[in-house]
């Protein structure tokens, strides 16, 4: 990054520091196994967003003012850490441990471990289609909770129409349903606050 | 709602969703709520996060100077180190290449009348240095 650019850059980091945490926020709520080594999920969000600004700062990560909002840049440089983070071999080893924290003492597993049925391979496979069975819960949930939320409010029946329909930016929604770039925006806000009031996060 | 998504493409939806969301711009009150559900108060972790970028500033200083101070001990035994000996033709000739390669803007200043007049010792230093600076890409 250029010294224009750096300069800029910690112009505005304080301004936007409150945005860039909250959406910090919602990432680790999205990715709780990303705060496994932290005291709560706050904790491991502003951390999150700490790496972020100590990225760019370290030239890892370079933002061009003129193609993307400084919030927006480091929401994807949180990202893709995050992303990094859970696919890393630490993830994998904190989510096995989890696991077998939750099987000790049950009779099962101790059978297994005498009868040599299942190695620690076989445990992180068994893991990970739990995980992905928390996961299609959680997002069937999501899906219970977004047509709920729409109700029989026309705008937001369209926008949760659009998606799943399979749009996902709000150019393609506005294209779709005949509303404003503005309405989309709008009803999303909406929709979010109505999934927060009914436990879920978008 | 007329067409509910099957449970086998309840993930893709709330992946579009997801995205769509990252798109809209957090208002100031989602920003209150979801700093204030996960515990965090905005001015002290700003203050931190400022910190940090001190931090990481005084850290490229010293790695910045250190790495100018390896250079300059690198440079130093270079100039120190026993050079063969070179006539004062061959010093002069090595004078006029260096020159010749220069535009007129950055040619090498010296207080001398003419390079010839220069006795060899001084002649070997000066085109030493040169010889330094141009290997640095600084003269």
């Known amino acids: 990054m250029d010294s224009k650019t750096l300069g800029l850059f910690k112009e505005q980091l304080p301004r936007v520091y409150r945005q860039v945490l909250a959406r910090a926020v919602v990432l680790v709520q999205r990715h709780p196994l990303y705060a496994r080594g932290s005291n709560s999920m706050g904790k491991a969000a502003e951390e999150l967003a700490q790496e972020a600004v100590v990225r760019v700062l370290d030239g890892d990560r370079t933002w061009d003012p003129t193609k993307v909002e400084l919030v927006f840049f480091l929401k994807e440089v949180m990202r893709s850490i995050l992303n990094a983070d859970l696919k890393s071999p630490a993830a994998a080893k904190d989510s096995l441990n989890g696991d077998q924290a939750n099987e000790s003492g049950t009779a099962g597993s101790g059978a297994d471990e005498r009868l040599g049925v299942l190695d620690d391979r076989d445990r992180g496979l068994a893991r990970s289609a739990e995980q992905q069975l928390l996961e299609s819960e959680r997002c069937a949930a999501i899906v219970d909770r977004a047509l709920d939320a729409a109700g029989t409010d026309p705008v937001l029946g369209k926008l949760v129409n659009a998606i799943v329909e399979g749009c996902s930016k709000s150019a393609e929604i506005a294209q779709a349903t005949g509303l404003s770039v503005d309405q989309v925006y709008e009803a999303t806000r909406k929709l979010r606050r109505r999934l927060s009031a009914r436990g879920s996060r978008s | ?139």
């Open chain 2, 1 to 139: 709602m007329k067409k509910e998504p099957t449970k086998n493409s309840d993930a893709e939806f709330v992946a579009r969703l997801e995205t769509l969301s990252d798109e809209v711009q957090l208002k100031d009150d989602e920003v209150d709520e979801l700093l204030r559900e996960a515990g965090i108060d905005a001015q002290a972790s700003t203050e931190r996060m400022l910190a940090r970028v001190r931090e990481v500033e005084q850290r490229q200083r010293a790695e910045r100077f250190a790495k100018a101070e390896i250079e300059r001990k690198a440079a130093l035994e270079r100039l120190g180190a026993p050079r063969a000996r070179r006539s004062k033709a061959e010093l002069l000739s090595r004078l006029a290449e260096i020159r010749s390669s220069l535009p007129p803007g950055d040619q090498p200043q010296a207080f001398y009348r003419g390079f010839e007049a220069a006795s060899e010792e001084d002649l070997e230093s000066f085109v030493a240095d040169l010889e330094e600076l141009l290997s640095r890409g600084k003269a």
